[in-house]
T-cell receptor
Framework: DAKTTQPNSMESNEEEPVHLPCNHSTISGTDYIHWYRQLPSQGPEYVIHGLTSNVNNRMASLAIAEDRKSSTLILHRATLRDAAVYYC????????????FGGGTRLMVKP | DVKVTQSSRYLVKRTGEKVFLECVQDMDHENMFWYRQDPGLGLRLIYFSYDVKMKEKGDIPEGYSVSREKKERFSLILESASTNQTSMYLCASFRGASGAYEQYFGPGTRLTVT
């Protein structure tokens, strides 16, 4: 899987939108951009993924830059339950089975 | 909602005991995995299975075995538990190996071997 770069940590206020950035300048044309999060003492949780177009689901939105070298996970209204480590991962068409998590971004949400 | 469940959230076992960790998914996925997660080491793949009765070793299979008799169930067995197997164990499943598919994880089993 190609490399991604994320800030180590971010802070947000409850009820406000949060934009979590991810840089992936070496992304290839067949790489999907995946986001997972992991709450304390829990298994990782799938959030969203996309290839080229922006994606929305009930948890979040994924905004993908036109050149695909960066993306942003958007939580529209942060809650205390969104405090977690968020991982941005690239997976190619023949990605194989294993997921490899990098350092991720630790999101802290203040009440 | 898709679901991956694990038999226990917390488990304490003694050195030398045989330990069974069970995982069940309700998504009819072919592929199932066992990882362990330790601080600073990220996720490490122990075993995976891409079909009933099929299994493949991951990166750290030593001391572990697996069983997949039914599509929805994947069991991890610690033949003789040791203290270095104290860890968080995570089961996951997904439809296919392509990047188009997401993985779904269970809540994890925190195993302590004393």
């Amino acid at each position: 899987d190609a490399k991604t770069t994320q800030p180590n940590s971010m802070e947000s206020n409850e009820e406000e939108p949060v934009h979590l950035p991810c840089n992936h300048s070496t992304i290839s044309g067949t790489d999907y951009i995946h986001w997972y999060r992991q709450l304390p003492s829990q298994g990782p949780e799938y959030v969203i993924h996309g290839l080229t177009s922006n994606v929305n689901n009930r948890m979040a939105s994924l905004a993908i830059a036109e050149d695909r070298k960066s993306s942003t996970l958007i939580l529209h209204r942060a809650t205390l339950r969104d405090a977690a480590v968020y991982y941005c991962i690239l997976r190619g068409h023949n990605a194989g089975n294993m997921l490899t998590f990098g350092g991720g971004t630790r999101l802290m949400v203040k009440p | 909602d898709v679901k991956v469940t694990q038999s226990s959230r917390y488990l304490v076992k003694r050195t030398g005991e045989k330990v069974f960790l069970e995982c069940v998914q309700d998504m009819d996925h072919e592929n199932m995995f066992w990882y362990r997660q330790d601080p600073g080491l990220g996720l490490r793949l122990i075993y995976f299975s891409y079909d009933v009765k099929m299994k493949e070793k991951g990166d750290i299979p030593e001391g572990y075995s697996v069983s997949r008799e039914k599509k929805e169930r994947f069991s991890l067995i610690l033949e003789s538990a040791s203290t270095n197997q104290t860890s968080m164990y995570l089961c996951a499943s997904f439809r296919g190996a392509s990047g188009a598919y997401e993985q779904y994880f269970g809540p994890g089993t925190r195993l302590t071997v004393t």
